[in-house]
């Protein structure tokens, strides 16, 4: 549900990107592949933050006993889906220019790769957590490569990139955990702690996301936005 919701609002993307590809406007077709990535990364943050920091009682509540190693998968699964949310839009940008080969290659060495390191830590007698784990840095490898090739196919900022998608997404996910880690730890787990936990989780994350993670243009878009929707809602009322 996590990653659909997100893939959804990317798969939208994709076709505004191949038509500026098509144009040959490749500055303004890197700045949306940025942008896709971007708010791809704050929406799961916004909706997959809470789900990270109360996986413990969401599996309690839902299944009564906890498997063994579920909530370390879990948790490690939503780590790779944060990479795939911000590659996926450079995927796109490299397909639109068709040229599959590379990108085919370097993605295949970086998630094959992993099967060997697997295996050796597995036989030395390592917890298959350790394999999640090995595997989940592949996602980060596999980016790496992506980024090179869309900065060879169309001159991509990979700078500009890193400080403001990954980067900064992740210092919004340190912030964000503060206070909905205290309040977790502050009551009893059940339906109270995890009511509370997650609202304070999606209201600190949506304040930092609007204050940090947009720029001012884009928040007063939004500001703007807000108020055309309550000026309607009120004079509907009215």
Same mark, same amino acid.
């Given at each position: 549900?996590?990653?659909?919701?997100?893939? #959804?609002?990317?798969?939208?993307?994709?076709?505004?990107?191949?038509?500026?590809?098509?144009?040959?406007?490749?500055?303004?077709?890197?700045?949306?592949?940025?942008?896709?990535?971007?708010?791809?990364?704050?929406?799961?943050?916004?909706?997959?933050?809470?789900?990270?920091?109360?996986?413990?009682?969401?599996?309690?509540?839902?299944?009564?006993?906890?498997?063994?190693?579920?909530?370390?998968?879990?948790?490690?699964?939503?780590?790779?889906?944060?990479?795939?949310?911000?590659?996926?839009?450079?995927?796109?940008?490299?397909?639109?220019?068709?040229?599959?080969?590379?990108?085919?290659?370097?993605?295949?060495?970086?998630?094959?790769?992993?099967?060997?390191?697997?295996?050796?830590?597995?036989?030395?007698?390592?917890?298959?957590?350790?394999?999640?784990?090995?595997?989940?840095?592949?996602?980060?490898?596999?980016?790496?490569?992506?980024?090179?090739?869309?900065?060879?196919?169309?001159?991509?900022?990979?700078?500009?990139?890193?400080?403001?998608?990954?980067?900064?997404?992740?210092?919004?996910?340190?912030?964000?955990?503060?206070?909905?880690?205290?309040?977790? #730890?502050?009551?009893?787990?059940?339906?109270?702690?995890?009511?509370?936990?997650?609202?304070?989780?999606?209201?600190?994350?949506?304040?930092?996301?609007?204050?940090?993670?947009?720029?001012?243009?884009?928040?007063?878009?939004?500001?703007?936005?807000?108020? #055309?929707?309550?000026?309607?809602?009120?004079?509907?009322?009215?």
């Amino acid at each position: 549900q996590v990653s659909g919701f997100v893939m #959804n609002f990317q798969v939208a993307a994709g076709p505004q990107i191949y038509k500026l590809y098509a144009k040959g406007e490749y500055q303004q077709m890197n700045r949306l592949v940025c942008n896709t990535a971007k708010y791809s990364s704050y929406l799961l943050i916004l909706i997959g933050l809470p789900v990270f920091i109360k996986t413990e009682i969401l599996i309690r509540l839902w299944l009564g006993n906890i498997p063994e190693y579920v909530i370390p998968f879990i948790r490690i699964t939503l780590i790779e889906l944060f990479f795939k949310a911000i590659d996926f839009p450079i995927g796109n940008g490299i397909h639109a220019f068709g040229k599959m080969k590379l990108p085919n290659i370097t993605s295949s060495i970086a998630y094959i790769s992993v099967l060997p390191l697997t295996y050796i830590f597995l036989r030395l007698g390592a917890s298959p957590v350790i394999a999640y784990i090995i595997a989940c840095v592949s996602y980060p490898l596999a980016m790496a490569c992506d980024l090179w090739i869309l900065n060879k196919f169309s001159g991509f900022d990979i700078k500009f990139y890193l400080l403001n998608v990954p980067l900064k997404s992740i210092l919004i996910i340190l912030l964000s955990a503060i206070l909905p880690v205290f309040v977790s #730890n502050s009551f009893e787990d059940g339906w109270l702690n995890l009511i509370l936990t997650s609202a304070v989780c999606a209201m600190v994350s949506a304040t930092l996301v609007f204050y940090i993670g947009l720029d001012a243009e884009m928040r007063e878009k939004v500001l703007r936005k807000v108020k #055309n929707k309550l000026a309607f809602v009120l004079n509907k009322n009215t």
